[in-house]
């Protein structure tokens, strides 16, 4: 069964939207085999989204995901990695389908509420960046 990375973002832990959202994903068919509420530092926004580094928007990203706490989350089922990006709907929320996560509740293209992964590659990285093997629990 695959899995894959999310964190629901600073603007969405400040609305009080955690569990709506976890919602979406256990609606979808997908298991949350692994949770933590933190707070990450600048250091930490920085490691995580380095493939951003030379983007013109990687600051702001970075402030952004370290200015609120954050939940960070295993998520499995079949096809876990595309099924949960579906879910999360489109980048930027003008442009997301309607029932998706962005659609509902991100407020502009850079505080869009969720973070997936985008590969199996990356799921597996992202997943060891935050969780020990003794964390997960399927
Ligand atoms: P993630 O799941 O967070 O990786 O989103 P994504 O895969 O849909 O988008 P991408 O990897 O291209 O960008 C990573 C994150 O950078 C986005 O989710 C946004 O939070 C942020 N971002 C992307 N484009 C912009 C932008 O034009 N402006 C700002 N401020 N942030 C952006
Ligand atoms: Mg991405």
């Known amino acids: 069964v695959e899995r894959t990375l999310s964190i629901i973002k600073p603007d969405a832990t400040k609305r009080n939207l955690t569990g709506k ?3 979406k994903f256990e609606d979808a068919g997908l298991r949350i085999v ?3 509420r933190i707070q990450l530092t600048m250091a930490q926004a920085g490691q ?7 983007r013109p928007f990687y600051g702001e990203l970075c402030e952004f995901m370290a200015s609120k ?3 960070v989350q ?3 089922g079949e096809g876990a990695i595309l ?3 579906e879910v999360m709907g489109a980048t930027n929320p003008a442009d997301a ?3 998706t996560i962005r659609a509902e509740f991100a407020e502009s293209v850079g505080e869009n509420s ?3 992964s985008d590969a199996p590659e990356t799921a597996a990285e992202e997943i060891a960046y935050f969780f020990s093997g003794l964390e997960l629990v399927g």
């Open 97 to 99: 389908a309607p029932g």
């Open 74 to 76: 295993v998520l499995e």
């Open 114 to 116: 969720v973070h997936g």
């Open 69 to 71: 706490p954050v939940v």
């Open 48 to 54: 995580f989204y380095i493939v951003h580094k030379d």
């Open 21 to 23: 959202i976890n919602a």
């Open 34 to 36: 692994a949770q933590k």
């Open 83 to 85: 099924k949960n990006r």
